[in-house]
Structures are given as C-alpha cells and as structure tokens.
C-alpha cells in the first residue's frame, strides 16, 4: 500500500440479508407448488398457465427480496430494487421515524441524498449501527453542524441497538 492510497476503508454489510433472500425464495417457491397443485386438483394444468404462475412467483421473489444494507466511514447505502441510495452520515441534515405498518428511518443528507433503513437491520448489525452513529456524530460535531433535526431519533434508535445488543450477548453467554 502507497502512501497515496491512504488507509483501507472499513464496510460492513447487513449480515441477514441472505437469509431475507433465502426466505424470499421459499416464499415464492411455495407460492409457485400451492399455485401448481390447484391447477393440478382441478384438472386444469397448461404450459401457458404453468407459465404464467411461474411469472407470478418470479414478481412475488422480485418484491420480498430485501435491500441491501451497507455503511463505511461517512456513508450508508441502501441497494434495493429500483437501484442504490447512497447518504453521506458525515453531512446528514436530518433522521426522522417513519412511522406506519413497518417503521423506518429516514436519513437524509445536505447533498440531496435519502435512504429508508428498516430499524431491525441496524439492531440486528451493531457494526453498521457504529458506522452510522459515527458519521452522524462528525456531522453533529461539525463546525457548520449540518445535523439540524433528528438527535433525538438518533438517541432512541441507539437505545434500541443498545438493548438489542445486551439481549444478545445475555442470551448467547445463557444469562438470560
């Protein structure tokens, strides 16, 4: 390594994210057999038909596929079906709750970026958590403190990383 290459870059990755995909292909693959055995109990099967229930299941597998979670020093990337989101944590403006059927956290960022992160991968992975409260505190900590909204949502997130965490630990050393 040159001294102009600088030092290397820490990423850290949703660490469930091939489960999501495992368990988005057995959904679709069971939809597809449930679809195939009525065609079958009724007599009606085709190769048209068959096809279009494979085409069902194939757009059932595209939308359960979850995005991809990624963060390094100062960003966080969401890679999802309609492509990437990328959002600087060193220039965040503001984090808010989207609260609804499933919450999310809204990043968004002083160049125009924005991502929605589902909390539970963040509880689940507390090295993109570190990844993300770190850039975040920079653009907290930052002369012209770009973090303008949100501190508070940022704190009970933490909070919920931090017992999720604790729960874990308790539960894998069998304290709990």
Same mark, same amino acid.
């Given at each position: 390594?040159? =001294?102009? *290459?600088? =030092? =290397?870059?820490? $990423?850290?990755?949703?660490?469930?994210?091939?489960? @999501? %995909?495992?368990?988005?292909?057995?959904?679709?693959?069971?939809?597809?057999?449930?679809? !195939?055995? #009525?065609?079958?109990?009724? +007599?009606?099967?085709?190769?048209?038909?068959?096809?279009?229930?494979? @085409?069902?299941?194939? #757009?059932?597998? %595209?939308?359960?596929?979850?995005?991809?979670?990624a963060a390094g020093d100062g960003w966080v990337s969401v890679r999802g079906l309609l492509g990437?989101? #990328? %959002?600087? $944590? +060193?220039? !965040?403006v503001a984090v808010r709750w989207a609260d609804g059927v499933a919450g999310r956290v809204v !990043?968004?960022?002083?160049?125009?970026?924005? %991502?929605?992160?589902? =909390?539970?991968?963040?509880?689940?992975?507390?090295?993109?958590?570190? !990844?993300? +409260?770190? /850039?975040?505190?920079?653009?907290?900590?930052?002369?012209? /403190?770009?973090?303008?909204? @949100? $501190?508070? *949502?940022?704190?009970?997130?933490?909070?919920?990383?931090? /017992?999720? $965490?604790?729960?874990?630990?308790?539960?894998?050393? @069998?304290? *709990?």
């Amino acid at each position: 390594m040159g =001294p102009e *290459e600088g =030092p =290397p870059h820490e $990423t850290a990755y949703d660490t469930e994210w091939g489960d @999501g %995909v495992r368990h988005a292909a057995r959904c679709a693959g069971a939809f597809l057999v449930m679809l !195939l055995s #009525v065609d079958a109990a009724a +007599d009606a099967s085709s190769w048209a038909r068959s096809a279009l229930w494979a @085409g069902l299941a194939l #757009v059932l597998l %595209v939308i359960l596929v979850p995005a991809r979670v990624a963060a390094g020093d100062g960003w966080v990337s969401v890679r999802g079906l309609l492509g990437e989101r #990328v %959002v600087r $944590t +060193d220039r !965040l403006v503001a984090v808010r709750w989207a609260d609804g059927v499933a919450g999310r956290v809204v !990043l968004r960022d002083a160049e125009g970026g924005r %991502v929605e992160l589902d =909390p539970h991968i963040l509880e689940a992975n507390p090295e993109l958590w570190r !990844l993300l +409260d770190a /850039g975040a505190r920079s653009s907290c900590a930052a002369p012209d /403190g770009t973090l303008r909204c @949100g $501190t508070a *949502e940022l704190r009970r997130l933490g909070a919920r990383v931090d /017992g999720e $965490t604790a729960r874990t630990v308790f539960r894998l050393s @069998g304290l *709990e």
